[in-house]
């Protein structure tokens, strides 16, 4: 049976999986029109068999799935598994599954490059290929047809051996503990809970007066909760650049806000929306939030953070690891401001293979040159015979 859509099926499955060592896991959802993933289906492999479940299936109860993936004795596989693991966080009474293994993770330590694909990856490690016909179907819709169940069966079972191959380079090539450490990030809660009252810091904005930015925090708090609560996208509730203008307009009565062009929504949001603005206006200065002003970038740090931007694309090459793993450009401009930046490239093996050389060039203890159309490192504190 490829596709589960009774409880007991669906129990014997999970505890054959139970006795497995690890066991590869993907799902299909829909979220265009939603705030929370639907979960449309979701496909297990273990040793000798691959299997979808049917989590719309008439009266089916996902627990026995659950209990699978908080067991810790089985390893859970995945590829790019972040928005997996935001559904399973949920499915498990808001506990990440673990362990984990994530192939997209191992494959950038392993020099697969930034981000690599699940078709990447089939095509170079198993030497298959993948159907792309099923790729943009309406998961939701049922029936589901044999193509669209082999279609995502097959996302299981190739990662089944790509994940024994880039088990066996990690081990060989002593990087285990790089990978766990990449992915114990997956592990913490505060990825998957989006707390209202922290939705205004995923927004874009210039502006730092104290009142405006209350108002942003307050209209974005709204909308985050309104969106959860309604289960619809945050745009569907009121799109971005109009929350901004919301903030800028202020309106305290209804009649402000209906006079505000752009915006078009239902009353009980109108209200809300008066009622959160007239709380932030009539705030006493002191409660207003202060944000930190912006400093502006010293002179020379523009040509510093290039010139270690080219030191980590040496190192990358060298170490065979995708550069977005060892440093981002926002931990290049603080290195080059600070010798002492908390950030992951003065840490652990990033430090080993990247981190000391860059405090190293920073100090004119290192130089880059080139010599055969070829950039090289050169050690300046090594004494020259």
């Known amino acids: 049976m490829t596709l589960i859509t009774d409880n007991a099926a669906l129990e014997a499955l999970c505890a054959r999986l ?20 639907q979960l449309c289906l979701v496909q297990l492999a273990g040793e000798n068999e691959a299997v979808a479940i049917d989590p719309l299936a008439p009266g089916i109860d996902l627990a026995p799935l659950a209990d699978l993936l908080r067991d810790t004795r089985v390893l859970k596989v995945m590829h790019a598994c972040r928005q997996d693991m935001e559904i399973f ?37 198993t030497k298959g290929r993948l159907d792309k016909t099923a790729r943009f179907t309406d998961w939701a819709r049922r029936p589901l047809s044999d193509k669209q169940i082999a279609y995502a069966l097959a996302d299981v079972t190739h990662l089944r051996v790509i994940f024994e191959k880039l088990a066996k380079r990690i081990e060989r090539e002593g990087r285990a503990s790089w990978v766990e450490e990449e992915l114990d990030a997956f592990l913490d809660p505060a ?39 309604r289960n619809l996208p945050r745009n569907r509730v009121v799109r971005d650049d109009l929350l901004m203008e919301l903030a800028a307009a202020r309106p305290r009565r209804i009649e402000d806000l209906k006079a505000i062009n752009r915006v078009n929504v239902d ?13 932030v206006m009539r ?30 694309k040496l190192c990358a090459e060298e170490s065979d690891v995708a550069q977005r793993l060892i440093a981002t450009s926002s931990d290049l401009d603080a290195l080059a401001q600070d010798d002492t930046a908390d950030v992951p490239a ?40």
Not at 287 to 297: G, K, M, Q, S
Not at 352 to 358: L, N, Q
């Open 346 to 385: 003065l840490k652990g093996w990033r430090r080993r293979i990247f981190g000391d050389k860059a405090l190293a060039l920073k100090a004119g203890e290192l130089a880059l040159a080139v010599g055969d159309r070829r950039i090289r490192v050169v050690d300046l504190a090594a004494p020259h015979g």
């Open 283 to 312: 705030r006493d200065e002191a409660d207003l939030p202060a944000l930190p002003p912006v400093e502006p970038t010293p002179r020379g740090i523009g040509p510093l953070t290039d010139l270690l931007k080219v030191l980590l």
């Open 89 to 125: 966080y949920h499915l498990c009474g808001r506990q990440a599954p673990r362990p984990i293994f994530d192939s997209q993770v191992a494959a950038m330590v392993c020099g697969f490059g930034e981000e690599v694909g699940y078709e990447t990856l089939v095509n170079r490690l």
């Open 267 to 279: 009353r009980e949001s109108a209200a809300a929306i008066v009622a959160a603005v007239d709380e």
């Open 18 to 37: 139970r006795r497995e060592p690890f066991v590869t896991v993907d799902t299909e959802f829909m979220r265009d029109r939603t705030y929370w993933p």
């Open 191 to 229: 990825l998957y809970e989006m707390k209202p009252e922290d939705a205004w810091k995923r927004l874009k904005f210039r502006s730092r007066e104290p009142r405006f930015v209350a108002l942003v925090q307050a209209l974005a708090a709204w909308r985050e909760a309104t969106a959860q609560r």
